[in-house]
């Protein structure tokens, strides 16, 4: 016999038993986000490679270790998509979305793709939910998506919000040779990794998990202390927004993001219920990238949650959904049928037996799926049980029958 064929790593099937709370989480999504005016979007799974290359930075993470990057058969390079605001940016250029009332709110679902080492928490294929709001800096909208994203958290356990914010790209230049400085003074002391990129993006020093890395960084200047005059009163704009909305959070100056684009406002929900991977989502404002990417220079600013981090690190319990109506029957499967597809019609959940059992091996699987009542037609007659109480009627009718179950259901 051939071998079993198996998921590639660091993938997952997701199992009848593990769907509720999936997609509980969007339904949930899709109605906060609703409310608040975000549009739903959907864009390919895989996009030119240039887009990522451009868009993410040459040199994060991402871009240089993460992508599954491969040549089509007419010889472009693809890249499956490793995150989701530089698609939704081309989107927003590409159907000239500046022409419509701004700022454009929009918000996404969907399977993302990094190479990475899997372990909980961190797989090769993950879906996130995003939002972008593209057209405005003012800072209402930063507090706005925020709020938004604590909101969709709020049943996290151990949830922290930490914010930032990280200014122009002259202040971060200018803030990078005085950290540059300060790295190549206790170079000795860095991961290889960060020291290969010293020149490219010293910055990403900060997100280091390297012991004697972190220890020079604690003494490092902080960019935070080096904004523009524009640049901290919006952020302090955001924070007094934050206040305004309730929203918990802490001023962190060490708080650096994978990618490139941001601008300004950064940050990230964590959870200390996740061990190692304890981001959950986060994101920031990015008013160059649009124009990077070859549109109109405008600002824009989001967010991206990992959904099986959220369902990980969740309080709630699943309920499960439970059945309202079992229809057993021994042999008339046209009295079935019309029974349960009345009570979908009257709003009820319903099933029928499928599989020939035993009107005993009926009433078995009835009492697994939770069935509230079971209709139970037999030679010629209807009856209707309650299955908390045991009770039992005869029905005088198909009709009566479903009066009698709906009744209670
Ligand atoms: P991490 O620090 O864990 O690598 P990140 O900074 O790379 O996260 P983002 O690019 O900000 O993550 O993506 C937003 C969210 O997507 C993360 O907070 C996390 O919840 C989720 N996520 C990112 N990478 C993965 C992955 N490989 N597997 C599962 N979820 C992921
Ligand atoms: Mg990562």
Request: aromatic share 8%.
């Amino acid at each position: 016999m051939a071998g079993k064929v198996q998921a590639p790593k660091g993938t997952f099937d997701v199992l009848p038993e593990g769907a509720g709370p999936r997609l509980r989480l969007q339904h949930a999504a899709e109605e906060l986000l609703g409310r608040w005016g975000y549009d739903y979007v959907e864009t390919p799974i895989f996009e030119d490679t240039e887009l990522f290359a451009r868009g993410v930075g040459e040199t994060t993470d991402i871009v240089q270790k993460e992508m599954f990057t491969f040549d089509d058969q007419g010889g472009r390079s693809i890249t499956l998509r490793p995150e989701g605001t530089a698609p939704v940016a081309r989107a927003y250029i590409e159907h000239g979305m500046h022409k419509r009332p701004q700022p454009v709110k929009l918000w996404y679902w969907g399977p993302f793709f990094r190479y990475e080492a899997p372990q909980a928490g961190r797989y090769r294929q993950f879906n996130q939910v995003g939002v972008e709001a593209i057209g405005t800096a003012s800072p209402s909208i930063d507090a706005e998506v925020i709020g938004l994203l604590a909101d969709l958290l709020s049943g996290t356990r151990g949830l922290r919000l930490r914010i930032s914010s990280i200014g122009t790209p002259e202040t971060r230049r200018e803030y990078s040779d005085e950290l540059r400085e300060h790295l190549r003074a206790h170079e000795d002391q860095l991961s290889d990794d960060v020291r290969a990129r010293l020149d490219a993006n010293p910055l990403r020093a900060f997100d280091s998990d390297h012991a004697g890395t972190q220890a020079v960084m604690r003494d490092a200047p902080r960019l935070l202390d080096r904004l523009g005059d524009e640049d901290e009163e919006h952020f302090a704009q955001v924070r007094a927004l934050l206040d305004a909305m309730e929203i918990a959070y802490e001023v962190d100056g060490t708080l650096v993001r994978g990618l490139d684009y941001y601008t300004r406002t950064v940050f990230e929900f964590t959870s200390d219920a996740l061990g190692a991977q304890s981001g959950v989502g986060g994101g920031g404002r990015y008013d160059l990238l649009i124009e990077q990417l070859g549109g109109p220079a405008t600002p824009g600013i989001g967010w991206a949650a990992g959904i099986e981090r959220i369902l990980l690190a969740s309080e709630a319990e699943d309920a499960g959904e439970r059945l309202d109506v079992y229809v057993a029957h021994s042999d008339d499967p046209l009295t079935a049928i019309y029974v349960a597809s009345r009570l979908h019609r009257r709003g009820k959940s319903a099933q029928l037996e499928h599989a020939g059992r035993s009107i005993k091996g009926q009433m078995k699987q009835a009492d697994r799926l939770g069935a509230r009542v079971v209709v139970i037609v037999e030679d010629g007659k209807l009856a209707v049980r309650n299955m908390a109480t045991g009770e039992q009627q005869e029905a005088r009718d198909r009709d009566d029958a479903i009066a009698l179950a709906e009744a209670v259901a």
